[in-house]
């Protein structure tokens, strides 16, 4: 199953995404995790990105399709994938479609409120890659999972939050309509519980 989860910043779509690349045994393929790599092992593509993403700006469209491209090489996309984070522009999406069969894209729903409350206190762990809410962390520092010192990401500093939502409806939003009219798209609601929002995600998908 070659599937998409699109959505705003903060809607929830890598903690979806992990959990079901779990249970499906395919992997979640997190652009932003890739490019977060590329800038702390300081690559050419690295130093790059760092401008665009400290500054909530999307990386240009020709970087993130060579990228995905040669991720989709790997072998362990052979039995399908779920990208988190791409497409993010109707460029990227008309390039995938040159590359890749998508089965369906699953679009996450969440009010802006929601996203800057979830945004402004979301701290995470750059040893594991786990994302935490300051509300629910008993130690606000170190990470639940591995102990390791808790960080914010500098793109989740408010005024870029700000940035991040405008070039989300600028950018990205026109693919809940690209992916409609080919009949892919899947609505869930983002608000609620994980738990429960991750019924909606498996139900929207058709998974048992
Ligand atoms: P994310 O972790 O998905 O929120 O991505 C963090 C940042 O990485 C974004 O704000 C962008 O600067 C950049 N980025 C991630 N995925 C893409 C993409 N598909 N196209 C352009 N920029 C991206």
């Known amino acids: 199953m070659n599937l998409i989860f699109l959505g705003p910043p903060g809607a929830g779509k890598g903690t979806h995404a992990v959990r079901l690349s779990q249970q499906l045994g395919i992997p979640q393929i997190s652009t932003g995790d890739m490019l977060r790599s590329h800038v702390r092992e300081q690559t050419d593509l690295g130093i790059e990105a760092k401008k665009y993403m400290d500054a909530g700006e999307l990386v240009p469209d020709d970087v993130i ?12 996309c052979k039995n399908g994938y779920i990208f988190d984070g791409f497409p993010r522009t109707v460029a990227q999406a008309e390039a995938l479609d040159a590359f890749a069969d998508i089965d369906a894209v699953l679009n996450l729903i969440v009010s802006d409120e929601v996203i800057i409350d979830r945004l402004s206190g979301r701290r995470v762990c750059p040893q594991c890659n786990g994302t935490f809410h300051l509300r629910y962390l008993e130690n606000k520092e170190l990470c639940p999972v591995c102990g390791n010192k808790l960080v914010q990401r ?3 500093l408010p005024e870029t939050v ?33 738990d429960d929002n991750y019924n909606g995600v498996l139900q929207a998908l058709d998974i048992q």
Do not use: F, W
């Open 154 to 156: 500098k793109d989740d």
């Open 65 to 76: 399709i060579g990228m995905v491209k040669m991720r989709l090489q790997d072998a362990d």
């Open 162 to 194: 700000l940035n991040r939502l405008d070039v989300y409806r600028r950018q990205t939003q026109p693919l809940i309509a690209y992916y409609d009219q080919k009949g892919l798209l899947r609505n869930a609601d983002g608000e609620g519980s994980v």
